[in-house]
């Protein structure tokens, strides 16, 4: 794909001098630029106006007024036309800023901070991607109820690193937290006329500074950096406590809007250098959001790359989940392209070696479902994953509730808890698949068993936003209720989504508050809800208790079976190494055939699972799934060299089972239950070797998965 080219410059940012900062900013249609000092008691308040050196596409100044501490924006003008927004009378922000301050009268400035910080030789955790368990949280929403720390940092970075916090994550057993949006980010003009906010974080206005509400108020009122400092000190107490800090990055749009907007950067600087927009300006949006960057344009590419090294090198984070990714991949032409340059800057740029990248891989644009095809290096969001998982479970069930029959079988389950071949390529392998049964957009785990349809009145738009197909199921009844049987029920129906996404090939992802039943009352679109509702509540109830037991419980399980985790897929002919052999079983404990595989009422299967290590210990694991509503018998299987089946989890109970079973023998399964068994005992030939045998079993699911 071929790319416009501009001429090598300084790059753009504040670089320290003898007597203050020389500023950089580039543009290639200004015709002048000039550097705006403001007063750091009253930002507002302009001090100092001086007009900046050019040459060529870039302007800078050195000045000794720019200072740690010191307020500053430029005045940019340039042509007038249709693509351009120039406005000499504006204050804009440069986007390489590193700290932003808002002013009395609601204006952003930028302001020059000192990075200096001590990381006390704290180093990355080193987190294999197959151990990895990523929890997605809120900073503010995440510890605003915590009880166990002073209020002045509940909501904040502080609050994320208190030890309450880290000891809570860490007795979980997740390895990384996944941050909403830490850009500094504002709320849209819309929300703000109807008196709301923006509370996820979808709407950046800087992408280098960290959002400044989340400090703690003494920190936001150090203007030398007491943000920045507070936020790296997040990242070196999780560091330290083994945990690593993903940040959820939105690059595909900024908080400029549309046409109407409030213009505050990157329009005032260069629009028609940074956005996708017509002959005539009109943006063309592929995020629903007003704008939509335009990756296509050197300058736009080079502002991503910017950003992410100076949050992976600066700020010491570990990797990045890109908000609507195929933005970032569709060129001149509009269209999604896996080998768009940036895509492949990303990946190949050294200073982000080691960085965890994934993708949220589907915009709203043209083709904008992408799922599986972003290239090698990133993983990605699996929404099938999510929509079938959530079908065997929930609408299915409530299908044969209602005397319908299921709509699949157990194929499509196979292929999803396997690892997902062929949605994605053979060489990516299992852990490309991020798996997920829920994420800050849509229920929570809890409302999926609660609601049958979304309740989103709170947000002001008539209950239209919010995704209306969530393939959930209320159990018979919408929203609370008092009913024991019911309860029982849904709560079952939690455990088998939760224990489902565990034993699944790929990398899990649990959702704040998921872990023990947190709700947002039918709500699946939160994204303006700053209260109770959205905050994850600390005191719970008896059963959210034992919910959270079980959750660890499965977290130790997975950590304990590496058969559960596979770096590769398998191959038939080969054994490969972090590979897991896979075998499927029926009910009555014989190999799947392809009739089994294509019967939609047959909704039991078994699932045996071998490692071929390469560090770690041998290990078997038999999984169970019984998607009937029938309590039943099942047959387990006689592997090779088995000597007995230890159960160590039954989504039927609501408190940690455990049995012990010879092979062949019967198990009563609860109706629509699954259960985890170790398998004790060797094959007779040894734990296999990386180059024997088979890996896939002769009667397993298409590898591309049943549609």
Request: hydrophobic share 35%; net charge negative.
């Amino acid at each position: 794909m071929g790319t416009p080219e501009r001429k090598q410059a300084p790059a753009p940012g504040l670089e320290p001098t003898e007597r203050g900062h020389r500023l950089t900013v580039w543009s290639r249609h200004a015709e002048r630029m000039e550097l705006r000092v403001f007063d750091r008691d009253d930002p507002d308040w302009l001090l100092h106006a001086e007009l900046m050196a050019r040459e060529g596409e870039v302007f800078t100044i050195d000045s000794a007024l720019l200072q740690v501490g010191t307020p500053y924006a430029v005045g940019v003008d340039g042509p007038s036309g249709p693509r351009h927004d120039f406005d000499w009378s504006r204050h804009a922000l440069p986007p390489h800023a590193h700290g932003v301050v808002r002013t009395p009268h609601g204006q952003h400035r930028a302001t020059i901070v000192d990075h200096a910080f001590d990381w006390g030789g704290v180093g990355r955790p080193v987190v294999p991607l197959d151990r990895q368990v990523v929890y997605e949280a809120h900073v503010k929403g995440l510890t605003k109820l915590s009880p166990h720390m002073p209020a002045e940092l509940r909501g904040t970075y502080a609050g994320l690193a208190h030890p309450s916090t880290i000891r809570y994550l860490q007795e979980l057993g997740v390895t990384a937290v996944q941050l909403l949006p830490i850009h500094l980010f504002v709320s849209e003009q819309r929300l703000i006329a109807q008196g709301r906010v923006n509370y996820w974080g979808y709407n950046t206005l800087s992408f280098f500074a960290p959002h400044s509400a989340y400090a703690s108020r003494r920190a936001q009122f150090d203007g030398t950096g007491g943000v920045l400092r507070e936020c790296k000190g997040m990242v070196r107490l999780l560091h330290e406590a083994g945990i690593q800090v993903l940040l959820d990055v939105v690059y595909n749009h900024t908080a400029e809007e549309g046409r109407g907007g409030p213009p505050s950067s990157l329009r005032l600087i260069d629009g028609s250098s940074y956005y996708r927009q017509d002959d005539e300006g009109r943006m063309l949006d592929s995020t629903g959001c007003g704008n939509t960057v335009d990756y296509s344009l050197p300058a736009a590419q080079d502002l991503v790359i910017d950003s992410l090294r100076y949050w992976y090198r600066e700020m010491q984070v570990d990797g990045f989940r890109f908000d609507l990714a195929p933005v970032l991949g569709r060129g001149a032409d509009g269209m999604y392209d896996p080998e768009h340059p940036l895509l492949r800057r990303i990946l190949a740029d050294p200073e982000l070696a080691g960085a965890v990248m994934i993708a949220e891989p589907w915009d709203v644009g043209a083709d904008g479902w992408q799922t599986g095809r972003f290239p090698s290096g990133f993983s990605e969001w699996n929404d099938r994953y999510r929509d079938t998982v959530r079908q065997f479970w929930l609408s299915d069930r409530r299908s044969l509730r209602h005397g319908q029959p299921a709509s699949t079988g157990v194929g499509p389950l196979a292929h999803a808890v396997s690892g997902s071949e062929g949605l994605f390529a053979a060489e990516r392998g299992p852990l490309a698949s991020v798996n997920l049964i829920t994420a800050h957009d849509g229920f929570t785990l809890t409302d999926l068993v609660r609601y049958d349809h979304k309740h989103n009145e709170a947000n002001g738009e008539d209950n239209r936003d919010g995704a209306s197909d969530n393939r959930s199921w209320n159990h018979g009844v919408e929203g609370r209720t008092d009913d024991t049987e019911i309860q029982l029920d849904r709560r079952r129906s939690m455990r088998n989504l939760l224990g489902t996404l565990l034993v699944s090939a790929g990398v899990p992802m649990l959702t704040m508050g998921d872990e023990f039943g947190r709700t947002q009352r039918g709500n699946n679109n939160a994204y303006c809800q700053d209260s109770a509702l959205t905050w994850m509540p600390w005191q719970r109830k008896e059963w959210q208790e034992a919910f959270l037991l079980q959750t660890r419980r499965l977290l130790q399980l997975r950590r304990d079976h590496p058969a559960l985790r596979p770096l590769e897929h398998g191959r038939t002919g080969e054994r490969v190494a972090g590979s897991n052999r896979l075998d499927w079983y029926n009910a009555q404990g014989a190999h799947m055939t392809i009739d089994d595989w294509d019967h939609s009422l047959d909704r039991t299967l078994q699932m045996l699972a071998e490692s071929t290590p390469i560090e770690e210990a041998y290990s078997r694991v038999l999984v169970v799934f019984h998607g009937s509503p029938h309590d039943t018998l099942v047959t387990t299987p006689a592997p090779d060299g088995a000597t007995e089946l230890e159960l160590l989890w039954d989504s039927a109970d609501d408190r940690p089972a455990h049995a012990r079973v010879a092979p062949g023998a019967q198990v009563p399964m609860a109706g629509m239950s699954m259960q985890v068994y170790a398998v004790h005992g060797l094959p007779a030939a040894g734990p296999p070797a990386a180059t024997l045998s088979v890996v896939r079993s002769p009667a397993s699911p298409p590898v591309d998965g049943p549609r």
